[in-house]
């Protein structure tokens, strides 16, 4: 009998092993396969203070999945997008540093032709006699905690004398009603659940499992309410980033709540340390194109029964920064404006955007800089 035992755990003990050195080889596999390809996870990094951040002293070149060109990403010895930010000023300067998500970030354009980069050269003209330093601290997936947090940890040294924050309405209230429960499953994980977070094999694997269509509709949260069915319509049944303010739901308090807090710690901290904060808030695709928010109705049809409203956010948000007595600019209307002057693409709307749900284009970063430096300039010239 011990005998048997005895082979018994030499069997499992050989096969975990095994399954270890297995996995182990096939995770190097994958992060090669990463480093070859146009995955942008492969120019991120983890970050102890602000979870993560891009690598540093990057200037390369890859290919764009959204528009499918090449994009030259350049980053500096901080991990963050453009050139390199220095701590001493020379002569009169007007130092602007800047906060967000992906759209701030926007790895998906030349980093030259970003809005946190343009927006230098559309103010100098504005500040005769002052050198304008732009500054870009965006993050992929930030809310405006992290932000926060970002500001404190690097933005602080360099001593900005403007903060913007790029609100984006599309998913910034997720962010925010999610951070505290992500942060605390985070500290709760198990050690596998870390593992499985950070391989590369394993997000490898549900990428191509979230490619089945049936699949990726239950991965999303997208089976709704169908067309017809007003009896069962609900809008607590819809995905979070449809309903939340957008609909009437039980999430929404929350998520006002959170952003309310966080924005107010915020603007608190820069006033304390004597900077000027601003708000700039980018729309959603479907918030400023017609022929978008029809594929979107299209494409989930349970929306109709809910009373979905594509301007609640941005009339949340704008009434909450008033409120807290935050200078802000929603960019709604000039990007609309835009939209009405072109000829939009099928599949990409007007032209701002690189695809419908996508990031903004060359051209949507060219108007976002245009419109804010306009918004910027008396408060420059006081």
């Known amino acids: 009998m011990n005998t048997r035992l005895r082979e018994m755990s030499i069997g499992i003990t050989i096969f975990l092993a095994t399954s270890l050195v297995v996995f182990a080889l096939l995770e190097v596999g994958v992060r090669l396969y990463y480093w070859h390809s146009s995955?942008?996870?492969?120019?991120?990094?983890?970050?102890?203070?602000?979870?993560?951040?891009?690598?540093?002293?990057?200037?390369?070149?890859?290919?764009?999945y959204e528009s499918g060109l090449p994009v030259h990403i350049k980053t500096n010895t901080l991990g963050f997008?453009?050139?390199?930010?220095?701590?001493?000023?020379?002569?009169?300067?007007?130092?602007?540093?800047?906060?967000?998500?992906?759209?701030?970030?926007?790895?998906?354009?030349?980093?030259?032709?970003?809005?946190?980069e343009?927006?230098?050269?559309?103010?100098?003209p504005v500040v005769s006699?002052?050198?304008?330093?732009?500054?870009?601290?965006?993050?992929?997936?930030?809310?405006?905690?992290?932000?926060?947090?970002?500001?404190?940890?690097?933005?602080?040294?360099?001593?900005?004398?403007?903060?913007?924050?790029?609100?984006?309405?599309g998913n910034d209230f997720e962010e925010n009603l999610r951070y505290d429960e992500e942060q605390k499953s985070l500290n709760e994980s198990s050690l596998l659940k870390k593992i499985f977070r950070h391989s590369a094999l394993a997000r490898l694997v549900v990428v191509k499992v979230a490619q089945v269509p049936y699949i990726a509709e239950i991965m999303r949260g997208k089976i709704l309410v169908r067309v017809g069915d007003d009896s069962g319509a609900d809008a607590n049944d819809l995905p979070l980033h449809l309903r939340l303010l957008l609909t009437e739901n039980e999430d929404n308090a929350r998520a006002i709540d959170r952003t309310r807090e966080y924005m107010t710690d915020l603007a608190a901290t820069l006033r304390a340390d004597g900077v000027e904060f601003y708000v700039v808030i980018i729309p959603a695709h479907y918030q400023v194109d017609l022929t978008t928010l029809n594929n979107l109705l299209e494409a989930y049809p349970g929306l109709?029964?809910?009373?979905?409203?594509?301007?609640?956010?941005?009339?949340?948000?704008?009434?909450?920064?008033?409120?807290?007595?935050?200078?802000?600019?929603?960019?709604?209307?000039?990007?609309?404006?835009?939209?009405?002057?072109?000829?939009?693409?099928?599949?990409k709307g007007c032209g701002l955007y690189f695809c419908e749900s996508c990031h903004l284009s060359?051209?949507?970063?060219?108007?976002a800089a245009e419109k804010t430096a306009l918004f910027l300039e008396p408060f420059l010239q006081r």
């Open 129 to 169: 006699g002052k050198t304008v330093e732009s500054y870009n601290f965006g993050v992929g997936g930030q809310g405006t905690k992290q932000a926060l947090k970002t500001y404190r940890q690097y933005v602080t040294p360099y001593s900005p004398d403007i903060v913007v924050l790029w609100f984006y309405e």
């Open 81 to 116: 997008s453009g050139e390199e930010p220095t701590k001493e000023r020379e002569g009169d300067t007007v130092r602007i540093a800047h906060l967000g998500d992906s759209f701030t970030a926007a790895m998906e354009v030349d980093y030259e032709k970003k809005y946190t």
């Open 304 to 347: 109709r029964n809910v009373a979905f409203d594509a301007s609640r956010r941005t009339r949340t948000l704008t009434e909450m920064l008033s409120s807290l007595g935050i200078a802000h600019l929603d960019l709604k209307d000039a990007f609309i404006t835009q939209c009405l002057a072109g000829s939009p693409t099928p599949g």
């Open 362 to 367: 060359d051209t949507g970063h060219a108007v």
């Open 118 to 124: 343009l927006l230098r050269g559309a103010l100098s």
């Open 39 to 64: 995955d942008f996870s492969r120019i991120v990094q983890k970050d102890s203070f602000i979870e993560k951040r891009y690598k540093e002293d990057l200037d390369m070149t890859m290919t764009s």
